[in-house]
């Protein structure tokens, strides 16, 4: 992975937020880190959307995930790609592809809580493994 | 006997008709008006002056105004044309016009060679990728030692910067983003096309002199 692919992933630069007429700032675009393997990645991205009632099609590391709205009375599609920022770290990448901000938002919180078990949460004492530091964020 | 141009004039500084920025851009004339009216809700936001500020520009970006972002101040800064602190509505539409699903690949390389060269030098250092690829890290909250973000950096400019003299110059990006053409997904917004059904304004609008109404 390059650092302008993982540049393009900035809030800054997802434009399509200024033609959102909610007053409250509901992320379209969702990240999290995994430590575990790719295969695993996918794996458990796979059953967790299934068992959510979600159509599944994954070709190299994207998702498309694809069902009805809430309501049921609409399309409803997410898209998720799985990119290696170094050996043994997974930045997964969560963005809408069609349907409701409010029904993606809801999605992506129960989404996450089933995948509790892939998603690494920095602590105290992981934070001090060779790959992590903690480095100050100047910018 | 104030026709419903110089009104808008008077009220938004660097107005420009919708037949004019239709004509000198891939919108119609309906969606120039629909920008309008998107333009309007943002610009009216916070300081009612007709102009999109810094802040006006957050707050519709993030929903948060006081939001600070490296990479929303580029966008920001290539917004402001003319280098005045704001963003009128022909600066507003003739930006957004880059960002069109029918606009040339050339302008949105243009667009993105300018947005990462951070300090306008003309070419995009390995200073500049850094500091943007740690804002973005901050941004996910993912902290990465010092090599890991070299070796990513030495991995991009491997490929990135053909004759190897440590920055990319306008040859080396095109060449780059032809060969990673999901760089340049951030240049196309696809709402552009819908923008009438979601800020509908009223056709009347451009036609009813302002003394009948």
Same mark, same amino acid.
């Given at each position: 992975?390059?650092?302008?692919?993982?540049?393009?992933?900035?809030?800054?630069?997802?434009?399509?937020?200024?033609?959102?007429?909610?007053?409250?700032?509901?992320?379209?675009?969702?990240?999290?880190?995994?430590?575990?393997?790719?295969?695993?990645?996918?794996?458990?991205?796979?059953?967790?959307?299934?068992?959510?009632?979600?159509?599944?099609?994954?070709?190299?590391?994207?998702?498309?995930?694809?069902?009805?709205?809430?309501?049921?009375?609409?399309?409803?599609?997410?898209?998720?790609?799985?990119?290696?920022?170094?050996?043994?770290?997974?930045?997964?990448?969560?963005?809408?592809?069609?349907?409701?901000?409010?029904?993606?938002?809801?999605?992506?919180?129960?989404?996450?809580?089933?995948?509790?078990?892939?998603?690494?949460?920095?602590?105290?004492?992981?934070?001090?493994?060779?790959?992590?530091?903690?480095?100050?964020?100047?910018? | 006997?104030?026709?419903?141009?110089?009104?808008?004039?008077? %009220?938004?500084?660097?107005?420009?008709?919708?037949?004019?920025?239709?004509?000198?851009?891939?919108?119609?004339?309906?969606?120039?008006?629909?920008? #309008?009216?998107?333009?309007?809700?943002?610009?009216?936001?916070?300081?009612?002056?007709?102009?999109?500020?810094?802040?006006?520009?957050?707050?519709?970006?993030?929903?948060?105004?006081?939001?600070?972002?490296?990479?929303?101040?580029?966008?920001?800064?290539?917004?402001?044309?003319?280098?005045?602190?704001?963003?009128?509505?022909?600066?507003?539409?003739?930006?957004?016009?880059?960002?069109?699903?029918?606009?040339?690949?050339?302008?949105?390389?243009?667009?993105? #060679?300018?947005?990462?060269?951070?300090?306008?030098?003309? #070419?995009?250092?390995?200073?500049?990728?850094?500091?943007?690829?740690?804002?973005?890290?901050?941004?996910?909250?993912?902290?990465?030692?010092?090599?890991?973000?070299?070796?990513?950096?030495?991995?991009?400019?491997?490929?990135?910067?053909?004759? %190897?003299?440590?920055?990319?110059?306008?040859?080396?990006? %095109?060449? #780059?983003?032809?060969?990673?053409?999901?760089?340049?997904?951030?240049?196309?917004?696809?709402?552009?096309?819908?923008?009438?059904?979601?800020?509908?304004?009223?056709?009347?609008?451009?036609?009813?002199?302002?003394?009948?109404?």
């Amino acid at each position: 992975m390059n650092a302008f692919e993982m540049i393009t992933l900035s809030q800054g630069l997802n434009l399509s937020s200024l033609f959102d007429r909610q007053q409250d700032f509901i992320k379209r675009q969702t990240r999290f880190v995994s430590r575990k393997s790719a295969k695993v990645i996918i794996s458990s991205i796979e059953a967790v959307a299934g068992s959510m009632g979600l159509k599944v099609h994954t070709r190299n590391f994207k998702t498309r995930l694809e069902g009805l709205s809430a309501n049921k009375a609409g399309q409803f599609a997410a898209v998720i790609e799985v990119y290696e920022v170094a050996p043994s770290l997974f930045l997964v990448d969560v963005r809408k592809a069609a349907g409701d901000t409010l029904d993606y938002h809801k999605f992506y919180r129960s989404f996450c809580k089933k995948l509790e078990h892939i998603i690494w949460k920095p602590t105290e004492s992981n934070a001090k493994h060779g790959l992590l530091r903690t480095k100050s964020c100047d910018s | 006997m104030g026709c419903f141009h110089s009104t808008q004039r008077r %009220q938004f500084p660097g107005y420009e008709d919708p037949v004019t920025l239709a004509s000198q851009t891939a919108f119609s004339v309906s969606e120039v008006e629909a920008l #309008f009216e998107l333009y309007k809700s943002i610009s009216g936001s916070l300081v009612d002056d007709g102009l999109i500020n810094k802040e006006e520009f957050q707050l519709a970006l993030f929903k948060n105004r006081k939001k600070e972002n490296l990479f929303a101040n580029r966008i920001f800064d290539l917004f402001d044309v003319k280098h005045k602190g704001s963003i009128d509505f022909g600066d507003f539409v003739r930006s957004l016009n880059v960002f069109h699903p029918n606009a040339s690949q050339e302008d949105k390389i243009d667009f993105s #060679f300018k947005l990462y060269d951070l300090h306008g030098t003309g #070419f995009i250092g390995r200073q500049d990728v850094k500091q943007m690829l740690i804002a973005l890290l901050c941004e996910s909250d993912m902290k990465l030692a010092d090599d890991t973000i070299e070796i990513i950096l030495d991995k991009t400019f491997l490929e990135a910067d053909v004759n %190897q003299d440590g920055k990319i110059d306008r040859d080396e990006w %095109q060449n #780059f983003v032809s060969k990673n053409p999901s760089l340049l997904k951030i240049m196309t917004l696809p709402y552009l096309r819908d923008i009438t059904t979601t800020f509908p304004s009223f056709v009347f609008n451009s036609e009813v002199d302002e003394i009948a109404t």
